[in-house]
Structures are given as structure tokens and as C-alpha cells.
């Protein structure tokens, strides 16, 4: 079955730098790919939309700026969260499909805690 | 009001219950409904996808669609500990379109 790859798993990072996310899909062809933020007991919030080859589409209320996503290739795509502060700290989780998948396979998640 | 409404329980049942889960939705452009069951700290995992109303049967898992009351249930017959989980309701308007998912909704199954 289709498998998606995310990485790092949890990371560590210091108020003010940068942390780069990595979603791959390692056994098909992704031509879409979203980026979801999950809260503790919440469910999933999508922050963006991305197309190989284009640029992403950003939820309202979702800072472009800050939230960085590059989907260069059709197996991957990054979230690069800039100048991240504790209010970043969250669980981040990408899924990838086709134009013709309508169950999404989602990645493992990457738990970021900003210290 | 959410597009998507889920009882975040938390539901704890005994070991061989039979478990519904539901969900209810306002927005009638809605065609895809899928149920995601989450572990703690991992990625959703999908569980069943039906398109527009009627069922669907996998193993012990049962989703049905009621377009007209903009409901649907996830069913799961013979509860096992190993289904303690979060579920998610999530619907799309269509292939390659995102998901809005519901709450979730904590499920224990005890021994």
C-alpha cells in the first residue's frame, strides 16, 4: 500500500531558529500534498495545500511567511517553520495523494517543541 | 457551527461491544467520507472510504452514509483493546480535494 514518510519524528529547537519538516511518499507519485497542525485533543487543522511544481495555498489565518512549504518533486515536500517561537510548538502531519485519491495516506507525524 | 461535528467522548466500552461512532456535516457538497483511526503521537491511518450515501463492510468495520440527514457512522462489531483509539470522521467534495475532519473521538475498549 501507499506509504508516506515524515521526518524528523520530534525535534528539539531553540526560540528563533528554523525547523525543516520532510514528507515523502515512497511508493507513488504524489501530486498533492497537505501540511495539517494537530493540538493536543483537537483534530487535524490544514495549514496548506501544496502541487508539485507550485506554489502552496495557505489556509486562512496560516502565515506564508512563516510556514514555508516547497514541493519541488512529486515523492517530496517540506514545511520549514521560520523563526519558531514556544507558540509553534504543536504535532505536525503531512498526507499525500493522487488527483484520483480520495483517502489521503498520511505521514507519521513530527512533534516540534520550541524551547 | 463547525462543518463538521464529532462527540470527542472519550467512549470506553467492554471488550466484544459493538461501537458507533457518528458525525454530522452542514455542507451538502460533501461526496467523500472517510473514517481515520489515530494512535497517540502518530499519523492518522485510514480505515474506510465510501462515496456518496449507502454501506460499506470491511472485516469488522462498517461505514454507512445518510446524505439526506448529512450523517454517517463508522460501526465496529467485536471490540478489541487493540481499537483504544482516536477516530476521525473527514470528508471531501471531491478526489484530490482537502479533507475537513471532524473532533475525533476518544474510544477505550476494556478488558
Known amino acids: 500500500g501507499a506509504v508516506v514518510s515524515q521526518h524528523p519524528s520530534w525535534v528539539i529547537c531553540k526560540s528563533g531558529t528554523s525547523v525543516k519538516i520532510e514528507c515523502r511518499s515512497l511508493d507513488f507519485q504524489a501530486t498533492t500534498m497537505f501540511w495539517y497542525r494537530q493540538f493536543p485533543k483537537q483534530s487535524l487543522m490544514l495549514m496548506a495545500t501544496?502541487?508539485?511544481?507550485?506554489?502552496?495555498?495557505?489556509e486562512q489565518g496560516v502565515e506564508k511567511d512563516k510556514f514555508l512549504i516547497n514541493h519541488a518533486s512529486l515523492t517530496l515536500s517540506t514545511l520549514t517553520v521560520t523563526s519558531a517561537h514556544p507558540e509553534d510548538s504543536s504535532f505536525y502531519i503531512c498526507?499525500?495523494?493522487?488527483?484520483?485519491?480520495?483517502?489521503?495516506?498520511f505521514g507519521s507525524g513530527t512533534r516540534l517543541t520550541v524551547v | 457551527q463547525k462543518e463538521v461535528e464529532q462527540d470527542p467522548g472519550p467512549l470506553s466500552v467492554p471488550e466484544g461491544a459493538i461501537v458507533s461512532l457518528n458525525c454530522t456535516y452542514s455542507?451538502?457538497?460533501?461526496?467523500?467520507f472517510m473514517w481515520y483511526r489515530q494512535y497517540s503521537r502518530k499519523g492518522p491511518e485510514l480505515l474506510m472510504y465510501t462515496y456518496s450515501s449507502g454501506n460499506k463492510e470491511d472485516g469488522r468495520f462498517t461505514a454507512q452514509v445518510d446524505k439526506s440527514s448529512k450523517y454517517i457512522s463508522l460501526f465496529i462489531r467485536d471490540s478489541q483493546p487493540s481499537d483504544s483509539a482516536t477516530y476521525l470522521c473527514a470528508m471531501s467534495e471531491g478526489g484530490g480535494n482537502k479533507l475537513t475532519f471532524g473532533t475525533g473521538t476518544q474510544l477505550k475498549v476494556e478488558l
Open positions: 501544496s502541487n508539485e511544481g507550485s506554489k502552496a495555498t495557505y
Open positions: 455542507n451538502s457538497a460533501f461526496q467523500y
Open positions: 498526507s499525500a495523494g493522487t488527483a484520483n485519491n480520495y483517502g489521503y495516506t
